[in-house]
């Protein structure tokens, strides 16, 4: 029975990809539920007085716990660093990372008894559920940005979206030789402009309101917008290397914001981490400390 | 006057090419246009940009035929006198031009491209440019920042400030050391916080009672890493004043002894250096909010009492584990014995309710007949109605006027409560009343004999006035034979006029016990004090103010009491129909706490404000909404009534 079972799952995973969420037919799913029932049943269950406290028998133990999860997950920074296969796959270990991950959420704050304030001890809760829904988000991320990634980039390198980029830059260049000087200028903002230029903000939204190459082709269309297109206008073969180009940069635009999308979720965790790890330091020392 | 145009250009592969060109021309054109002698294929530069003139062998003037200049040596300029075998460096959009001075006085100008045609045609880092680095700080360094800053300002800053606070001076040689602690103690809570930054580890606000200490945590954890002792409590609350419960062996024999978790809580607790149990910190916790400290749990006393009598063999207390199931009957102390003859103080023991104990009170008063409905008293009640507040009959707030607190009643009061149906008035003197003095039975028999011996018997009107009586009427002479005979025998019935007052049918034989000169050995008439305790329940509270929405007879069966003697105390059968244990489903779940306190006190048992006293009485009120109305007319509210 059981060799049936595992030829059998091997034939699915050469069929089929089984991605670290649905790893092992959601094994650390379902632990992690039930780690979360069985906290949340003892929590309603056992007793505490006055109130459900970090500070009562239960709390300690939750909190151990949770601390004990809190710097396994860690390691999957150095996990990640050796790749394996088999039982305890890299594969698992991020499926078990991202389920007991979410499972802290109830862990921890049935450590806290809903007891929050303006402490440390909160800091650490808080920034572990900064970390545990920065996480999600990357979760969320991963999901759906690869496909949309692909998608846009239409079999296209990055290094090949740049090189279309230069390309169409070198004919605008050419093209735009025979201009006098006030339409050569147009061009230039647009042959000057950075394609990666702009702050975060204008990354994860995608919007460049102040496009040179949308200003240069708004500028040129000053003066063919009121001619007749003749077919030798170097301006017309300008103006159709700027709409080129602007589609282009479209199309680059859209990669980079799905890249910084991909990417944002662990400039929020992995620091949140460590900051979370000095708090937990903090909130364990402080509580003995003062015992 | 020639012009060397060099133009140097580089393969992809980075290999150089060097095209030579000679120009025997004085001026040259550098422009984008075709025909320019120099032909720079670059938009920043205008189609016809500038002339370079040769003045002499080694002099040329660069000039800008329009507005826009060009860079020599880094400067923007429209005109330029140069030296040729000095050198100069022009810039004319991305191209270079170098001038130099060749052999037969030749203008070398070497023309280069230096700046790619566009950014984007640019070297680029792909790793980077393609992601977010250089667009947010680095994760590793936000990582270290954000950690170490945390670290710093809630770890090693308090820690810090800790192990330098200022030293507790202990050169005086003279103080013994325990005392100088607790003085050390004092002092740091007068002072004010000593150490820096700690008032981020405070899990929760201080109870409002300790609001004070806020923030100053050494003075309560005295020691680092060692847990709250007792003695850091007795710093202010003095263990002389916080009566113990019992003797510290005592407790511990009675303790329970904790079931297998229990003992393994315990031993991780004392491994951890926790105060063993009953420790103050153990019933009292803080840092539970801002309100007032918790109530201590009813575990913390059925630790002990729910099953004592299997530990302590000689205590005389009931076990009490839940007031629903295991809770002993009342045992209020009751007078079994009088002061009066050969005592000077009346003898009380605690006798169960269930042994229906009799509480001889001194006093003769039927409960029944005074709150009944018909009869004499109520009659009397209707006579009085306008004048004194009463209502159709007697109600126990007519007679009973609870203390300002509301907790308990007074002492029934002869002026105030009964006189104004129990005169003692025996004469009127031009319409005052004179009255025998409650309460002195002495002054008592001296007003009698005053009033006897300053007062004649009615003169008879046969006798007429003071006309000279005629001889022979004989009837006259003995009808002032007999009231000369009765005037002077009058000081003499004061006697009886006493012995009536004092014996059976006399205003004071009605409610007193009386005792009659001789009996016992007393000289004169002898009047039982009243004992009419305020409490009986001497280590439980009841606060009658609580019960406010309830009737008096609902607990009192003062209705159908026929006897003073009779205890109308009401049996823990009685409270159980609302009370119950703490966890226990009624309409008000009771832990031990409600009625009974640890460090027993003469107080009420101390309850948290806002918690279940409050609570429990507006459940009561919401309850009972019908019933509120009905009680507060025979019931304690009407009690405004009778306070003129």
Same mark, same amino acid.
């Given at each position: ?221 000053q003066w ?12 017309e ?49 402080s ?5 | ?42 938009l ?83 790793a ?11 994760r ?17 800053i ?118 063993p ?55 209020p ?42 009869g ?18 007697? !109600?126990c707030? /007519? %007679? @009973?006027?609870? *203390?300002?607190? +509301? ?8 002026? =105030? ?28 028999i ?49 006697e ?10 006399? !205003?004071?034989? /009605? %409610? @007193?016990?009386? *005792?009659?000169p +001789? ?8 009047v =039982? ?14 606060d ?78 919401a309850?009972s909404?019908? *019933? ?11 009690? =405004?009534?009778?306070?003129?």
């Amino acid at each position: 029975m059981a060799t049936r079972a595992t030829t059998s799952r091997r034939v699915k995973g050469e069929t089929r990809h089984d991605g670290f969420l649905t790893h092992a037919g959601f094994r650390w799913l379902k632990i992690a539920t039930a780690l979360c029932l069985v906290v949340i049943a003892s929590y309603l269950m056992i007793d505490i007085t006055p109130r459900h406290n970090g500070g009562s028998w239960y709390g300690y133990t939750l909190g151990t716990i949770g601390v004990l999860l809190i710097l396994w997950l860690t390691a999957l920074g150095m996990r990640k660093r050796a790749m394996t296969t088999g039982r305890w796959s890299l594969k698992a270990w991020t499926s078990a990372h991202v389920y007991l991950g979410l499972s802290l959420i109830v862990i921890g704050t049935m450590h806290t008894g809903f007891q929050l304030g303006w402490n440390v001890h909160t800091l650490a809760w808080a920034l572990m559920m900064l970390v545990i829904v920065s996480g999600m988000f990357g979760v969320a991320m991963y999901a759906g940005i690869p496909a949309a990634l692909s998608d846009n980039r239409d079999e296209m390198t990055q290094g090949q979206m740049l090189d279309a980029l230069r390309a169409i830059d070198r004919q605008l260049h050419d093209a735009a030789q025979p201009l006098p000087h006030e339409q050569a200028e147009a061009v230039q903002w647009s042959l000057d402009q950075d394609p990666f230029s702009g702050g975060l903000w204008r990354r994860l939204t995608g919007n460049y309101p102040n496009c040179a190459t949308a200003r240069a082709q708004a500028a040129l269309r000053q003066w063919t917008g009121a001619r007749p297109d003749t077919g030798d206008d170097p301006l017309e073969r300008v103006d159709a290397l700027l709409e080129r180009k602007q589609a282009m940069l479209a199309r680059l635009r859209k990669h980079l914001r799905l890249r910084a999308l991909l990417e944002i979720w662990l400039y929020v965790h992995v620091p949140a981490t460590f900051a979370l790890l000095a708090a937990l330091t903090a909130h364990i020392v402080s509580v003995f400390f003062y015992w | 006057m020639t012009f060397l145009i060099r133009q140097i250009s580089y393969t992809a592969t980075g290999r150089e090419i060097v095209r030579d060109a000679v120009l025997p021309k004085p001026q040259i054109s550098i422009g984008r246009a075709a025909g320019s002698d120099i032909h720079l294929q670059d938009l920043a530069v205008t189609p016809d940009h500038a002339r370079i003139e040769q003045v002499d062998a080694r002099r040329v003037i660069v000039r800008a035929t329009g507005t826009l200049g060009f860079d020599v040596d880094g400067r923007t300029v429209t005109r330029v006198d140069i030296d040729a075998v000095k050198g100069a460096e022009l810039r004319f959009g991305a191209h270079r031009i170098t001038v130099s001075h060749g052999e037969d006085d030749q203008i070398i100008l070497a023309v280069q491209r230096v700046d790619a045609l566009s950014d984007a045609s640019e070297e680029k880092d792909e790793a980077r440019v393609f992601s977010l680095i250089g667009l947010l700080p680095g994760r590793r360094a936000m990582a270290w920042a954000f950690a170490l800053s945390i670290l710093i300002g809630f770890l090693a800053i308090p820690i810090i400030s800790y192990a330098t606070r200022p030293a507790p001076d202990t050169r005086n040689i003279y103080a013994v050391k325990d005392e100088r602690q607790a003085q050390m103690q004092k002092a740091s809570l007068t002072q004010g916080d000593t150490v820096t930054g700690d008032a981020a580890w405070s899990p929760g606000p201080l109870s409002k009672a300790h609001h004070a200490l806020e923030g100053k945590c050494e003075s309560c954890h005295v020691k680092a890493f060692v847990a709250v002792q007792d003695t850091a409590c007795q710093t202010c609350h003095n263990p002389k004043d916080v009566h113990e419960h019992a003797p510290a062996a005592r407790i511990a024999m009675a303790r329970e002894t904790p079931g297998l978790g229990g003992r393994f809580l315990a031993s991780v607790a004392s491994a951890f250096g926790k105060p063993p149990a009953g420790s103050c910190v153990d019933c009292h916790s803080e840092h539970e909010g801002a309100a007032p400290m918790q109530q201590t749990a009813q575990q913390f006393c059925t630790d002990c009492h729910g099953t004592m009598d299997q530990r302590l063999k000689d205590t005389k207390l009931g076990n009490a584990g839940d007031f629903s199931t295991s809770h002993p009957q009342f045992e209020p102390a009751v007078m079994v014995a009088p002061a009066g003859i050969g005592m000077k103080y009346p003898r009380f023991d605690r006798i169960s309710l269930d042994k229906k104990p009799t509480d001889n009170s001194g006093l003769k008063f039927p409960h029944d007949m005074h709150l009944s409905k018909s009869g004499g008293v109520a009659r009397m009640a209707r006579t009085l109605k306008a004048q004194e507040g009463y209502g159709d009959a007697l !109600a126990c707030a /007519d %007679c @009973h006027r609870p *203390t300002a607190d +509301g907790v308990r009643f007074l002492p029934v009061d002869m002026e =105030t409560d009964c006189q104004s149906c129990h005169s003692l008035g025996f004469e009127s003197v031009g319409g005052t009343v004179r009255t025998l003095r409650h309460g002195q039975p002495e002054q008592v028999i001296a007003d009698l004999r005053a009033y006897y011996r300053s007062t004649g018997p009615a003169r008879p009107i046969a006798l007429g006035g003071m006309a000279r009586r005629l001889p022979g009427d004989y009837a006259a002479t003995k009808v002032n034979a007999a009231y000369v005979q009765a005037a002077s025998a009058r000081p003499g019935n004061a006697e009886a006029a006493i012995r009536a007052v004092f014996s059976k049918g006399g !205003a004071c034989y /009605d %409610c @007193h016990v009386i *005792t009659p000169p +001789g009996a016992g050995g007393n000289a004169s008439w002898h009047v =039982t004090p009243v004992n009419q305790p305020m409490r009986y329940m001497m280590n439980g509270w009841f606060d009658h103010a609580a019960h406010k929405t309830e009737t008096c007879e609902s607990c009192h069966a003062a209705p159908k009491s026929k006897q003073a003697s009779d205890l109308l105390l009401p049996g823990i059968a009685n409270c159980r129909q609302c009370h119950g244990g703490e966890k226990a489903k009624v309409d008000v779940p009771s832990g031990c706490a409600l009625c009974h306190s640890y460090h027993i006190g003469d107080g009420a048992p101390w309850v948290p404000a806002n918690s279940i006293q409050d609570k429990t009485v507006a459940k009561v009120i919401a309850l009972s909404g019908a *019933t509120a109305s009905k009680a507060s007319t025979g019931g304690l509210s009407s009690n =405004t009534k009778r306070n003129r």
